[in-house]
């Protein structure tokens, strides 16, 4: 057997992705992985091969902010389809039943939209990500098992109707905005009001805009990413630090604390609650850091790059 391959000397780094329509999440990893020669390339939160937007990825160290990146609030542009529903909750799946939207006005429509904003109790799709004893439901799904998913607590913050339109007599599209929590599903939002009009719902587009601090305005092209992170810094890239900084408030450094946190060793405590990203002189993180009683211990450490 060959031996592996070493990493590429690529700078670890955030890749604000623009996912386009048709690849998975694996897909742009995968992607990512191959034309960057690294092998330690993750995502913070799944989007569907059908949707588009933003894409969050963690190349090397940077990999270890990823499970705090993905818990973020998230910001979608979405299109709803009155009067069809479907296997998935979304174009790409079977049509299973179909009902005329024809007595439907607007104002019922926008109520139905309405009461699924504020603290729901959401059951997702069957053919989710969602893990039942190990598998994904979509594979269960896929192999003819029936699959009914506990519902989840999420929170809708705000879902503004933008256009409401009829592309058929007996269809009715419309276009809004949803800001949510994590793990809010945008196709169950489809469904369920479809199901409260009596006609079915589904999702045909859906495009993320935000995760947290993160904006579709500061992402790129996949290719255009990776491109500028091995070049140093471009669109599409943040830095492990410049990253770090957006997600945590900053604790500095004293060079004497920084030696002792590249240890693993306690400070005096930063004197705020949660984690803060421990930033030495040279502005390098080091460390994200949090306070235990009188001392600050290190949450994830961040070793200098080699060479």
Known sequence: MSPRRPDADVPPGLLL??????????????????VLSVRKVGHAGTLDPMATGLLVLGVGAATRLLGYVGGHDKTYEATIRLGQS??????EGELLAAASTAGLDDDAIRAALAAQTGPLQQVPSSVSAVKVAGRRSYDRVRA?????????????HRLDVHRVTRPEPDLVDVDVTVECTAGTYIRAIARDAGAALGVGGHLTALRRTASGPFTIAQAAP???????????????????????????PERGLTAQEATAVGYGQRIPATGGPGLHAA???DGRLVA????AGPTARVAVGFPPREG
Do not use: I, Q
């Not at 479907?86 to 174009?91: A, C, M």
């Not at 003819?144 to 809708?156: Q, T, Y």
């Not at 290719?223 to 599409?236: T, Y």
């Open 17 to 34: 992705v623009d996912k386009p329509g048709g690849m998975t999440s694996h897909d742009v990893v995968a992607w990512a992985r191959r």
């Open 279 to 281: 930033v030495d002189p």
């Open 144 to 156: 003819g098992e029936e699959v009914m998913l506990e519902p989840r607590s999420v929170v809708v």
């Open 222 to 248: 996949v290719e255009d990413a990776g491109a500028a992170l091995a070049a140093g810094g471009g669109a599409g890239v943040l830095g492990l630090t410049d990253a770090a900084r957006l997600v945590f």
């Open 86 to 91: 479907t296997v998935t909750d979304d174009r």
């Open 288 to 291: 994200l850091v949090e306070d």
